[in-house]
């Protein structure tokens, strides 16, 4: 059973910057695909970003591309989330999510594993 602890979420002014960390216990992390996605009250879980299992191929939403960087180290076991540029609307708890397979996906249904996420909060 993969377990995943995301950490790093906070309050932060628009304009500034967060980095989140999920790190991950209990199953071949370097074998998943991983991504994020976030939740905003009142509104559908969406995409934010993923990586694939070797960290070469990366896919962002149009939200966030530019703005927001996905990496990951399998030696530690650990996905991060560096977020810059922050909006009032990236608030949303964040999710940390893994996929056992080699394809990638945005597709929130196609991951196995979750945290239990950690709120973000941007103030105007």
């Known amino acids: 059973q993969v377990q995943l602890v995301e950490s790093g979420g906070g309050l932060v002014q628009a304009g500034g910057s967060l980095r989140l960390s999920c790190a991950a216990s209990?199953?071949?992390?370097?074998?998943?695909?991983m991504g994020w996605f976030r939740q905003a009250p009142g509104k559908e879980r969406e995409f934010v970003a993923t990586?694939?299992?070797?960290?070469?191929?990366?896919r962002y939403a149009d939200s966030v591309r530019g703005r927001f960087t996905i990496s990951r180290d399998n030696t530690r076991n650990t996905l991060d989330l560096l977020m810059n540029s922050l909006k009032p609307e990236d608030t949303a708890v964040y999710y940390c999510?893994?996929?056992?397979?080699?394809?990638?996906?945005?597709?929130?249904?196609?991951?196995?594993?979750w945290g239990e996420g950690t709120q973000v909060t941007v103030s105007s």
């Open positions: 209990g199953g071949t992390f370097s074998t998943y695909n």
């Open positions: 990586i694939n299992w070797s960290g070469g191929k990366i």
């Open positions: 999510a893994a996929r056992p397979s080699y394809l990638m996906s945005s597709d929130s249904g196609d991951y196995d594993y």
